[in-house]
């Protein structure tokens, strides 16, 4: 049974909670926030507190705050010599202070208050200065899902950069395709099919094989006539952009 | 009972030709192909033909072929007055040749030789020059689809620019990341549980209210340590142009 505590209220936090509440073989002792109330039903009052001197003895601090935020969190704690981890995936691992022992848990997710996730299903990326403090984060990890890695600094700032093409560019793709049916009087609802389908097919194809679309073809007329649909300025910049990627891509 | 003919053999035409083979309510009496052989195994050898002067009698006739190759197979059809459409989303119903009745059955979805598709959620949109050819489309599309709407030419344009969007640009972003893996020795598939909450995101939030990541954080730090981080002269680019394009949009 590993004791837990977490250190923050955000999303992550909040997500990260919930699941190691509701695995048998992890006992949350505590949450640590500033603001109390971001956790309210998320755990029991008497769990919650936002005294960093009533922090309770465990085997491993999850400090789950934003980045910049991480430093002085872990520098402010009233304890030296146990496992802090923070579950950032652009901070290194040195970002923590070192007058406790250092590690690396990063859920590859994007988490949103208002929807639930299956943690079972969610990489989580480990690092650790040493090999029995990465065995407790192991077991803390398949505790809670089915997917664990171990990841080096490098490696996850790898991640990091590939997850904001995949998710936050993806969804910034999703939003212009909202637009132009907005401006259409189109309903959104009728590009989820493709959205889904889309997602669904890089999970058997490699993407560079799913690619379709007129870039792929050098479909010059269709790009042309596209491109005098667009009005929007960065629309157009976008889809010029990522023509032209596709096509060169193509060439490697 | 709805008599069709498919003419093409390409990707769409072959899942097209599955989906109406397999409807109770539609007779497919023939495809038309110039090369049958690539439609060895989706439908028996006496229902195909290359020959133009073989084409059977039918309710509707589906060109489903290259967009540059619409006006050409249309005008070569060797009848006149019956109803003819094609399946493309980017193309005039105009292309199609006067002599027939004219429409447009278009599947907004991404297709796939290896990769078999629900037809069912496959949303139809339909056009056509008059009323009752419209009711043909719509009983046909029904018998196939739950998801059938009617959507002009404008429209129709407006989506082929938001399907590019949503569906070629967001998998060039999944391309991005698999690059970004590949070069630092991480598997693909750990993203795999990113870009599909990604996409089940937006099946409940508007994205703009799903955008997550650095950039509408306004994280500007681990903006420029991306940055810093990215050799790659297009995904440098991307990522310059694509941050700014989500911060703007944020102050609209």
Redesign the interface.
Known sequence: MIKAVVIGSGNVAAHLIKALGSSPQVQLVQAVARRPEQLEGVLPPEKITHNFNEITEADVYLISVT??AIAQVSAQLPFTGRLVVHTSG?TDMEALDAKNRRGVFYP?????K??D?DFK???L?LEAENEADFDTLRTLAEALSN?V?S?SQ??R??????????????????????K??E????P?A???????????????????Q???????RH?E??IQ??LD??INK??K???T??T???Q??QKL
């Open positions: 980045d910049g652009s590859l997710q994007t988490f949103s208002a929807k996730v299903a969610i990489p990326c997917s890695y990841i490098a490696q700032q790898a991640l990091h950069v590939a997850a904001v093409f995949v998710s936050n560019f993806a969804n910034h793709m999703y939003a212009q395709g909202a132009v049916c401006e259409h009087g189109i959104f009728i590009l989820q099919p493709l959205i889904q389908e889309t997602a669904a097919k890089v999970a058997t194809l490699h993407p560079l799913a690619q379709t679309g007129p870039a792929i479909d007329k269709t006539r596209h649909f667009i960065h629309q910049a976008i889809y952009l990522l032209q990627s596709i060169d891509e």
